[in-house]
């Protein structure tokens, strides 16, 4: 996850920077930067590799300037280059970004159309063409980048310099976190209190579509309206998790906003924009000679598997089987010559999927692993590295870990059929396309927030829940279910919608909410009359669909939540969020220890 620190200072900033970037080096990154401005000059200094590398660029040709940004970059958009490191420039701007800008090929072809002229391959490079483009044209700084923000599609923090001011820094963020720092005589940009901590202890966060102007005598903050606006400044806690959570109540809550961003730089790793193809990390064996996938994995790992089976059988036409790893070995599975055996995991430790692992090893499967630490055990042991980017999860019950994984499992299973011959190059292009809308699309679901809280005290009474999906929305049950489980401490259970009849539905009373995940589509019928089902025996109906599906379904439920229309190919990453932010509101009304819930840990390192 990419870092960013800017300072507005009276004293030289370079080695200041850097010391916020070693602060931020957990994020994971392969270049970094800096540039600060000095006699009417921008002074940039950009290496790849490891933060050392800069230091020595620093130490034979230093920057001085006693304001400028700083970042560290996760390659992308582009090879880890020099050229390819913030910060990007132009003749009167310097820019350092966290994010994605998902409608960046659009704009760079507008403005190569007008005769600029690009130096990188990342999307980051035309926010500084456009908001060059206003000042040259003569706006002030401010006026252009009120200007160039509303064209701006994704998720993105930005710190700019400009030449002409250099007392001056202008910072915005969507989606992406981003403090402001005041000091004596000084103010900072950090994309965390933990990068500033050294700086200061007096804070501010920005809120959602934010921008401010800093200055060495404060910040003017404007909000998404581009009204000026007030943030709390607090003081910063003593322990690092103190300083991670923000103004989030809870480390879940933060986790769930981030969503849009980190599933955002996930899928930017697995995908060529130049060619919008699907593309993985290196490996030295023949996907298409693969004949079967053996997933396995844990709790909300294992359903993200489920959605998985899915998609390898419906895109790649592949064997999928899943199991849980704490059964996988002791049922003794055939594992056949050419098998994929796929693990998935946040933490790379968990100790019965690493046992499941070793054994599928020493049968001869090649080994593939989705993680979250690219450093831990499993990923050490694998034939086929396949990292998440959801940076440091806190709470315990799992959340943008989970959609990380789902888009790295999307990118698979797209790459296994072009390698299967089961996709042409048009249709890849067309899947990596939905992929990439991704990440708005988590950002509309997450303007249901406030709804989804204000329902959030018609589950709470309840002693029972019952979560029913068909297809891989099945999946997407059983994990609202187990959340609601693991925070709120309601007995919830997922099911197939078609299997409630078979059982389930004895459980039915006007006591027990049912809460329906349904896109519309194919299934949508099915699904209608499962829910007439349960009205008809007095259940009351929480529906989860897009406005055609609300429209079809018509009255009758308790209470609707209504997601953007999607693609179904991300329809369980964007209906994660409300299922999630569901059990979220629920807890709070219960007053339970959210990020802590009773007997849980967040790492189970024993069988």
């Not at 370079?14 to 070693?22: E, I, N, Q, T």
């Not at 992406?176 to 804070?203: H, M, R």
């Not at 730089?265 to 995908?271: A, E, F, G």
């Not at 959609?403 to 990118?411: H, K, M, Y």
């Amino acid at each position: 996850m990419c870092g960013i620190i800017g300072i507005v200072g009276k004293e030289e900033v370079a080695d200041r920077l850097v010391d916020g970037l070693k602060r931020m080096e957990y994020r994971g990154y392969d270049s970094a930067g800096v540039c600060t401005v000095h006699d009417g000059e921008l002074v940039r200094r950009r290496a790849p590799g490891k933060l050392v590398n800069l230091v020595r660029e620093l130490a034979r040709d230093p920057a001085p300037g006693t304001s400028g940004i700083a970042h560290t970059r996760w390659a992308t958009h582009g090879a880890p280059t020099a050229a390819n490191a913030h910060p990007h420039a132009t003749a009167v701007l310097a820019l350092v970004h966290n994010g994605i800008i998902e409608n960046f090929r659009q704009l760079k072809e507008a403005l190569a159309a007008r005769g600029r002229v690009f130096e990188s391959d990342t999307d980051t490079e035309v926010v500084a063409h456009l908001v060059s483009e206003q000042v040259e044209a003569g706006m002030s700084p401010e006026e252009a980048v009120k200007a160039t923000l509303p064209q701006l599609r994704g998720a993105f923090a930005l710190a700019i310099a400009f030449k002409d001011h250099p007392g001056m820094l202008i910072g915005a963020r969507l989606g992406s976190p981003l403090v402001l720092g005041f000091g004596d005589g000084e103010t900072y940009l950090g994309s965390d209190a933990l990068a500033l901590a050294p700086l200061t202890q007096k804070i501010a966060y920005l809120d959602e579509g934010d921008w401010v102007v800093i200055t060495r005598q404060g910040a003017q903050v404007y909000d998404k309206d581009n009204n000026p606006a007030e943030r709390e400044v607090t003081t910063s806690g003593a322990s690092a998790a103190e300083i991670e959570k923000g103004n989030y109540r809870h480390f879940m809550q933060k986790e769930i906003f981030e969503q849009p961003t980190v599933v955002a730089q996930t899928l930017r790793s697995y995908i060529r924009q130049v060619d919008q193809s699907v593309a993985l990390p290196q490996f030295d064996f023949d996907l298409s000679a693969i004949t079967r996938v053996t997933i396995v994995a844990c709790g909300t790992s294992y359903y993200a598997g489920m959605v998985a089976k899915y998609w390898f059988e419906q895109f790649a036409r592949l064997p999928a089987d899943i199991d849980f790893a704490s059964e996988f070995r002791y049922r003794n599975p055939v594992l056949e010559p050419g098998g994929l055996a796929l693990f998935i995991s946040q933490s790379g430790e968990t100790a019965d999927t690493l046992a499941a692992l070793r054994h599928c090893k020493d049968n001869g499967q090649t080994i593939a692993v989705v993680v979250n630490v690219p450093t831990s055990s499993m990923a050490r042991e694998a034939d086929l590295l396949l990292p998440t980017h959801a940076g440091p999860e806190i709470g315990v019950a799992s959340t943008k870990a989970f959609t990380c994984q789902l888009a790295v499992l999307a990118a698979l299973a797209a790459h296994l059929a072009v390698k299967r011959g089961r996709m042409d190059r048009a249709e890849e292009a067309d899947v990596v396309a939905h992929l990439l809308e991704t990440p708005a699309s988590l950002n509309a679901a997450l303007r249901h927030d406030d709804e989804i809280a204000a329902m959030a005290h018609l589950i709470a009474p309840a002693r029972d829940v019952l979560y029913l999906g068909r297809g891989q929305d099945y999946p997407l049950a059983l994990e609202g279910a187990l959340k609601l489980k693991e925070i709120s401490y309601i007995h919830a259970e997922g099911y197939a919608s078609g299997e409630m009849k078979h059982g389930p539905i004895a459980l039915i009373d006007e006591a027990v909410p049912v809460i329906v995940i349904a896109p519309s589509g194919p299934l949508f019928e099915k699904t209608v009359s499962n829910m007439q089902e349960v009205r008809a025996r007095g259940g009351k109906i929480v529906l989860i669909s897009d406005r055609e599906g609300l429209d079809e379904a018509g009255e009758g439920c308790l209470a609707t939540i209504e997601m953007p229309s999607v693609h179904p190919l991300i329809a369980p990453l964007v209906y994660a969020i409300p299922v999630q932010l569901l059990a979220y509101h629920v807890a709070c009304v219960k007053g339970t220890d959210v990020d802590q819930p009773r007997n849980l840990a967040k790492s189970v390192t024993v069988e």
